[in-house]
T-cell receptor, first 115, second 113 residues
Framework: NAGVMQNPRHLVRRRGQEARLRCSPMKGHSHVYWYRQLPEEGLKFMVYLQKENIIDESGMPKERFSAEFPKEGPSILRIQQVVRGDSAAYFC?????????????FGPGTRLTVT | DAKTTQPNSMESNEEEPVHLPCNHSTISGTDYIHWYRQLPSQGPEYVIHGLTSNVNNRMASLAIAEDRKSSTLILHRATLRDAAVYYCILRAVRLAGYSTLTFGKGTMLLVSP
């Protein structure tokens, strides 16, 4: 059973460009979470999605960031008009069900560098 | 979410046991205690979780204080591969029925050969 897959692993964008980060959850998992890790800091929750629904986006910046998890295909985290402060590692996690006893499985992350 | 407090770093020698402490004095009755670890340049990895009783799995043991205000993650024989940042996380179910993970700074475990 393949784990959570993220691509690209490394992404370099110039200021003002768009960044698209993809996440394929583990097989059978319908819950996807995105986290951001700034250099030398812990992970911060961004958004929680189920198929075709955003459940909780309380950690997402209000502007330029959006996320989706379509019926078919991977979850996408989209950052428009990137700025240097967006440089970070972005991790996706998936779980089989929601709730406090279900572990989240993390992908290897996408490291975004904005030049 | 209730807060956890962990030491910034700890050191261990290879093949010795390691006890990683976590204080969570404001834990509520329904909060589960989860531990994740993050190896360098990788995503976090689930280690173990518990509610009230001590728990064991193939990776580690979790000892939970009787009053639940603290817990200890125990690695029985540290290996070099165990060098990572260990996060102690309290998970509570929100009103909508789901929970997310709130990561603190964690404890960086250094393992020497």
């Amino acid at each position: 059973n393949a784990g959570v897959m993220q691509n690209p692993r490394h992404l370099v964008r110039r200021r003002g460009q768009e960044a698209r980060l993809r996440c394929s959850p583990m097989k059978g998992h319908s819950h996807v979470y995105w986290y951001r890790q700034l250099p030398e800091e812990g992970l911060k929750f961004m958004v929680y999605l189920q198929k075709e629904n955003i459940i909780d986006e309380s950690g997402m910046p209000k502007e330029r960031f959006s996320a989706e998890f379509p019926k078919e295909g991977p979850s996408i985290l989209r950052i428009q008009q990137v700025v240097r402060g967006d440089s970070a590692a972005y991790f996706c996690a998936s779980s089989q069900r929601q709730g406090t006893t279900y572990e989240q499985y993390f992908g290897p992350g996408t490291r975004l560098t904005v030049t | 979410d209730a807060k956890t407090t962990q030491p910034n770093s700890m050191e261990s020698n290879e093949e010795e046991p390691v006890h990683l402490p976590c204080n969570h004095s404001t834990i509520s009755g329904t909060d589960y205690i989860h531990w994740y670890r993050q190896l360098p340049s990788q995503g976090p990895e689930y280690v173990i979780h518990g509610l009230t009783s001590n728990v064991n799995n193939r990776m580690a043991s979790l000892a939970i204080a009787e009053d639940r205000k603290s817990s200890t993650l125990i690695l029985h024989r540290a290996t070099l591969r165990d060098a990572a940042v260990y996060y102690c996380i309290l998970r509570a179910v929100r009103l909508a029925g789901y929970s997310t993970l709130t990561f603190g700074k964690g404890t960086m475990l250094l393992v020497s050969p």
